[in-house]
T-cell receptor
Framework: DAKTTQPNSMESNEEEPVHLPCNHS???????IHWYRQLPSQGPEYVIH???SNVNNRMASLAIAEDRKSSTLILHRATLRDAAVYYC???????????FGKGTRLSVIA | EPEVTQTPSHQVTQMGQEVILRCVPI?????FYWYRQILGQKVEFLVS????????KSEIFDDQFSVERPDGSNFTLKIRSTKLEDSAMYFC?????????????FGDGTRLSIL
């Protein structure tokens, strides 16, 4: 799977929107962009994924650049419960395992 | 919402002893995984399992490790002779059939402490 680059950490105020960036300049045409997060003392949790078009679900939105070389996970209103490490992962088709990087540690300030 | 469950939540074992970590994947899922996370480090892939056989394994998954799906519901990871460096969180995950757009669902892990 292609490599992704994320900032080590970000901070947000509670109830404000958060934009978590991810660069993946070597993405291939069949790679899906997945986002997972890991809350303290828990296993990774699926957040959202997309291929080319922007995606929305109950947890977040995913904005994908037109050239697909970057994407942004958007939390519309950060809560204290959103404090976690967020991972941007590329997955090709098939049964390939997830390759976790260091992710972005999001801190939410009350 | 269905979830992956792992037992025990914490296992303490003497070095050299065998340990079995248990997972109950989501019932209609067909792909199963084990990952581990040493304290303060990245989540690392160990092994994937499909159709009653290992489909991929990492370099970490050496002869000391084995996996089994003994009864159609449980998915186990056995470490035959534990070492101090096996101390980590072990996460089980499962996925429904499908390609790269299908997410993996993780359990909350077993903390393995080797003394």
């Amino acid at each position: 799977d292609a490599k992704t680059t994320q900032p080590n950490s970000m901070e947000s105020n509670e109830e404000e929107p958060v934009h978590l960036p991810c660069n993946h300049s070597t993405i291939s045409g069949t790679d899906y962009i997945h986002w997972y997060r890991q809350l303290p003392s828990q296993g990774p949790e699926y957040v959202i994924h997309g291929l080319t078009s922007n995606v929305n679900n109950r947890m977040a939105s995913l904005a994908i650049a037109e050239d697909r070389k970057s994407s942004t996970l958007i939390l519309h209103r950060a809560t204290l419960r959103d404090a976690a490490v967020y991972y941007c992962i590329l997955r090709s088709s098939g049964n390939t395992p997830l390759v976790f990087g260091k992710g972005t540690r999001l801190s939410v300030i009350a | 919402e269905p979830e992956v469950t792992q037992t025990p939540s914490h296992q303490v074992t003497q070095m050299g002893q065998e340990v079995i970590l248990r997972c109950v994947p989501i019932s209609n899922h067909l792909y199963f995984y084990w990952y581990r996370q040493i304290l303060g480090q990245k989540v690392e892939f160990l092994v994937s399992f499909y159709n009653n056989e290992i489909s991929e394994k990492s370099e970490i998954f050496d002869d000391q490790f084995s996996v089994e799906r003994p009864d159609g519901s449980n998915f186990t990871l056995k470490i035959r002779s534990t070492k101090l460096e096996d101390s980590a969180m072990y996460f089980c995950a499962s996925r429904i059939q499908g390609g790269g757009n299908q997410p993996q669902h993780f359990g909350d892990g077993t903390r393995l402490s080797i003394l």
